[in-house]
């Protein structure tokens, strides 16, 4: 059966006050645009999945990196499709990032939606250093409840890992499945909501945020701060803001994380994708 393979890469610079492209590499069903954005906005980069969506088997490798200073926005032209896979094949995301001093970088794919009986396995992996600012976001979507889809079964596998200097700040693993109707039921999974999302803050001013973003959370879920001290002679601090969100579906949820992301990223904003 003929399978989906996609690569991307792109680096960042500072360049004369801007954020402009170093380095951009694209393979396969993988495609990066840049568009337009006002002056002494972060760079934007809109990932497209020329395939159309994935399946058992599929591969897509995402690589970016943010140099000295500089600053990036990526986003998904749309929400990412999982369909049914055949056998127990998984379609595999792999996404990488790198952040350098005084970088900042916003990860903030549209929606990935499973649909029923999809294998989908995710590993994120964050490489920064202290001073640089991280912003996560990553929403998920179980069926298309105004198209009556439901997901009953199927496999979800998902990875992070961020590092700073070294140092390991943030691990979660995420396992569904087989049955997952059954698992977002649970009061400690979804409550019986069908769209859920991870947010993730790293930054200094991630303490000054939190009780803004409890508010727009509201009972949607819950947000919490630590604050992290980077090893050596001078000691400099960072925090940690992890916020959860359930909602109903993909409409409900999107009705917190979009206040919630404007918030959180002051220097770009909404990427253009989601509002198209």
């Not at 393979?27 to 954005?37: D, F, K, L, M, T």
């Not at 070294?166 to 649970?186: C, N, V």
Request: glycine share 10%.
């Amino acid at each position: 059966m003929q399978r989906t393979r996609g690569g991307g890469r792109l680096s960042v610079k500072q360049s004369a006050g801007e954020s402009r492209i170093d380095r951009l590499f694209q393979e396969g069903s993988a495609r990066i645009r840049i568009p337009r954005v006002p002056r002494g906005h972060p760079l934007e980069a809109v990932l497209i999945n020329t395939a159309g969506g994935l399946t058992g088997g599929d591969r897509m490798d995402w690589s970016f990196e943010a140099g000295a200073g500089a600053s990036m926005t990526l986003a998904t032209q749309a929400c990412e499709k999982t369909y049914k896979a055949h056998g127990t094949s998984e379609a595999r995301v792999s996404v990488q990032l790198k952040l350098n001093a005084e970088s900042s970088l916003a990860w903030l794919p549209q929606e990935t939606i499973l649909f029923d009986r999809a294998r989908l396995a995710r590993t994120i992996e964050v490489d920064m250093v202290a001073g640089s600012r991280l912003l996560m976001v990553e929403p998920l979507v179980f069926g298309r409840l105004a198209m009556d889809e439901a997901v009953v079964e199927g496999h979800f596998r998902d990875r992070w890992r961020i590092r700073q200097d070294g140092q390991l700040l943030h691990a979660e693993d995420m396992r569904l499945g087989p049955y997952i109707a059954d698992s977002l039921t649970r009061s400690a999974v979804a409550d019986g909501g069908l769209a859920v999302a991870t947010v993730l803050l790293i930054a200094p001013e991630a303490e000054a945020r939190l009780d803004a973003a409890r508010q727009l959370i509201g009972e949607s879920g819950g947000a919490s701060h630590v604050v992290m001290r980077s090893p050596g002679a001078a000691v400099s601090e960072t925090g940690k803001l992890l916020a959860r969100i359930v909602a109903r579906d993909s409409y409900e949820l999107r009705k917190v994380l979009v206040p919630l992301i404007r918030l959180l990223n002051p220097l770009g904003g909404m990427p253009k994708v989601w509002s198209i």
